[in-house]
């Protein structure tokens, strides 16, 4: 069997912690994107209910060369089961499978798999290896790279969790082909926000390729997936553990978080969020003389013709507040928000709830 060629390789460059994300057609029956892992007697297959039935048996005979031992562990699919219960599950089909700590954790599906199966290799006898299979555009272009995982408390976010990172990245753009559409125009809201923080010409790039993106075009996809990863792995390779500039990368995250919390985890996809939460942030850009009102209207109509909310839920300012003091960004109670400084560079800073609040009743159901 023949693969599709050419594989683009991102290198996330972080000492002995480095690895590849590799990025391209057919890579997931391809045997060179395997090579090279750990060695063990065992691995196991995470993933859930939706890209399971799709994708794990493919995977599984993919790796049975390497792995003696194959299991899969299938868990309930959405962000409001992203919790210690179903994290217990890896645990269990772990400690029941008498799995060593050389045991390989293959994380396939989105962001809440590839999250929740981090954090189990992490914390899985101290640490095991993972390997993030990512089947969803959220995932390939950022929640896989750079070794964030975590699960949700109830009162806010990916609040217990560890920087764990994993030993490759595999973005099969195939995969990409099953996705719903709900979840594409969710994953546009992470590759947007790369423009506006780091890049204006790849922003230039989305507004004239958007409709071959939504329309699932391999070359499209291929270019947005890539230049993602490059802009993510030159922060997180500066600052891997968030003391820094890779807070840039939560961009309309403050607002986004507080949408989630708000409603209940699930009710909104993470990038539904994200993209609804980054417009209140240029809002909050433009109302601190940061950017101007052209800015903010170009921005907003991308964020709209890429399918996402432009308009927040109606859940009242001081509730956004509250949800926003308890963010892992905050810093002694005072929020800090993700900005644009000047249109392709991004600043971290507070700013006053008076004025906060002003943004969320403008940009919010009345």
């Known amino acids: 069997m023949s693969y599709a060629q050419p594989l683009e390789r991102v290198a996330i460059d972080l000492g002995d912690r480095s690895y590849d994300i590799l990025i ?3 890579l997931l029956d391809a045997p060179s994107t395997w090579a090279h892992l750990p060695k063990a007697a065992a691995a196991l297959i995470v993933t859930n209910g939706t890209v399971g039935p799709i994708y794990a048996e493919r995977l599984r005979a993919a790796i049975a060369p390497r792995y003696p031992a194959v299991h899969t562990v299938v868990l309930p699919d959405g962000e409001n089961h992203k919790d210690w219960q179903t994290l217990n599950l890896i645990f269990d089909t772990l400690l029941g499978h008498g799995a060593d700590r050389k045991t390989v954790l293959f994380a396939l599906g989105g962001g809440v798999v590839g999250d929740m ?8 006898m101290r640490g095991v290896p993972f390997v993030q299979v990512a089947t969803t555009l959220l995932a390939q272009v950022d929640s896989s790279v750079g070794g964030k995982t975590a699960i949700n408390h109830p009162i806010g976010k990916n609040m217990i969790g560890a920087f764990y990172q994993p030993q490759r990245v595999v973005c099969d ?6 996705l719903p559409q709900r979840e594409m125009s ?10 506006p923080i780091a890049d204006m010409p790849f922003l230039d790039w989305l507004d004239d390729h958007l409709d071959a993106l939504m329309a699932r075009d391999p070359k499209a996809l291929a270019h947005a997936v890539k230049r993602s990863c490059e802009i993510k792995a030159w922060v997180v390779s500066q600052d891997e553990r968030e003391g820094g500039l890779r807070a840039i990368l939560n961009f309309g995250h403050t607002f986004g978080h507080a949408i989630e919390a708000g409603l209940g985890f699930g009710e909104w996809l993470h ?3 994200v993209g609804c939460g980054m417009v209140m942030a240029s809002h909050l850009s433009q109302r601190l003389g940061l950017v101007d009102e052209a800015f903010v209207s170009r921005f907003t109509a991308l964020i709209e013709r890429a399918g996402l909310p432009v308009v927040g839920p109606k859940l009242g300012a001081e509730e956004y507040l509250h949800h926003m003091r308890v ?6 109670g005072e929020i800090k928000f993700v900005l644009i400084d000047k249109p392709g560079t991004a600043i971290v800073r507070g700013a006053p709830d008076a004025l906060v609040a002003q943004v969320i009743d403008d940009c919010c159901e009345k």
């Open 327 to 332: 963010d892992k960004k905050a810093e002694a």
């Open 186 to 195: 969710a994953g546009l809201a992470e590759v947007i926000k790369y423009g």
């Open 117 to 124: 199966t981090g954090f189990a290799a992490a914390c899985y």
């Open 173 to 178: 753009l195939d995969t990409l082909q099953t």
């Open 24 to 26: 391209g057609e057919q």
């Open 271 to 273: 990038g539904e969020a």
